[in-house]
C-alpha cells in the first residue's frame, strides 16, 4: 500500500486518460491519491476527480503562483471543504521564485487559507519556496499549528523541516529526492522521522529518475518511496507504510 499525497491529475496532461492513471496506480500497489485544487476555477474539475473515483480526494485552495485571479476569502474556503471528499485546504503558501515584486498579496492569500483550514478544522498544505522565513514566520502567526498539514515537495533545509514538524507538519518529498543533483535533500530525508513523512508525485510534474523529463503520474510515486528507502538503508515496505498511515492520520481518512 502507497499513497501519493499530492498530484494534479485534472491538468490537461493527464485528464483526458484518467482510467489509465487509475490503473497505473493500481500497478504500483497505490491505493490513494490527492488531487491539489490550484485556483477556484479550476476546482470543480478537482471536485469532479474526486467524485469519480473513490480513492481520489480533493484540497480546495488557491496556489500563490497565480497573481491574476480573484482573491478568494475565508467564507469561500470553508463552504467548498464542506464536500465529503474535501480533506484539506490549500495548496497555498509562499513562492518567492517563481513570482516576483512586491508580494504582500501572496501572503495575505496564505493567512487567509490558515484562518479558513482554522475554521473547518482541516490540515493545509503548503507550497514554499525560496520563502522558508516567511513562510514559518505566518504559520506561526495565524496558528497553523492548530490544524497542521504538510510541507508537500520538500526542498529546504533541516532547520527547515524541523521548525515545520516543530508546527505539528508532515514533510513531503517528491519525485526531486531521485535527481542525483539533490545532494542536500537527500540528507534531509535521512533524517525526518518516519512518523513525520509523506511522499508524493506532484504530478504532472516531477517525474522521478528512471522517468525524468516525462509525464508524470501517481503510479511513479513509488520510485520516491524506494529511493527514501535506499537513503535511509530500510525497506521500500516500511516506507510505505509509514507514509500511508500518516496520510490517513494527518487527512482523517479511512484505509479501507
Ligand atoms: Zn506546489
Ligand atoms: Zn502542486
Known amino acids: 500500500m502507497l499513497v501519493d499525497s499530492h498530484c494534479h491529475i485534472d491538468f490537461p496532461e493527464l485528464s483526458g486518460e484518467l482510467d489509465a492513471v487509475v490503473a497505473g496506480m493500481r500497478e504500483n500497489g497505490v491505493t490513494h491519491a490527492l488531487c491539489v485544487s490550484v485556483t477556484l ?39 467548498l471543504a464542506r464536500h465529503p471528499k474535501v480533506i484539506a485546504i490549500g495548496e497555498t503558501g509562499l513562492d518567492y521564485y517563481r ?35 516567511d513562510t514559518l514566520r505566518i504559520m506561526g502567526e495565524e496558528r497553523a499549528g492548530e490544524v497542521a498539514g504538510v510541507m508537500h515537495c520538500f526542498t529546504g533545509t533541516w532547520e527547515v523541516a524541523q521548525a515545520a514538524m516543530a508546527l505539528g507538519f508532515y514533510i513531503s518529498f517528491s519525485g526531486i529526492v531521485t535527481f542525483k543533483n539533490a545532494v542536500a535533500l537527500k540528507e ?62 494527518l487527512f482523517n481518512v479511512k484505509p479501507s
Open 41 to 79: 476555477e479550476d476546482f470543480p474539475r478537482v471536485r469532479a476527480v474526486a467524485e469519480r473515483y473513490p480513492h481520489v480526494y480533493a484540497s480546495v485552495g488557491v496556489h500563490p503562483d497565480y497573481p491574476d485571479v480573484p482573491e478568494v476569502t475565508v467564507g469561500e474556503l470553508v463552504e
Open 99 to 133: 513570482i516576483k515584486g512586491d508580494l504582500e498579496w501572496q501572503r495575505e492569500r496564505f493567512r487567509t487559507h490558515i484562518r479558513a483550514a482554522r475554521q473547518c478544522g482541516k490540515p493545509l498544505i503548503v507550497h514554499m519556496r525560496e520563502a522558508a522565513e
Open 188 to 249: 534531509v530525508a535521512k533524517q525526518v522521522p518516519l512518523e513525520r513523512m509523506l511522499v508524493e508525485t506532484d504530478s504532472p510534474y516531477l517525474a522521478p529518475v528512471p522517468f525524468r523529463g516525462k509525464t508524470n503520474q501517481p503510479g511513479l510515486v513509488r520510485y520516491v518511496a524506494e529511493e527514501v528507502a535506499r537513503l535511509r538503508g530500510v525497506s521500500p515496505e516500511s516506507i510505505a507504510e509509514g507514509t500511508s498511515d500518516n496520510f490517513f492520520r
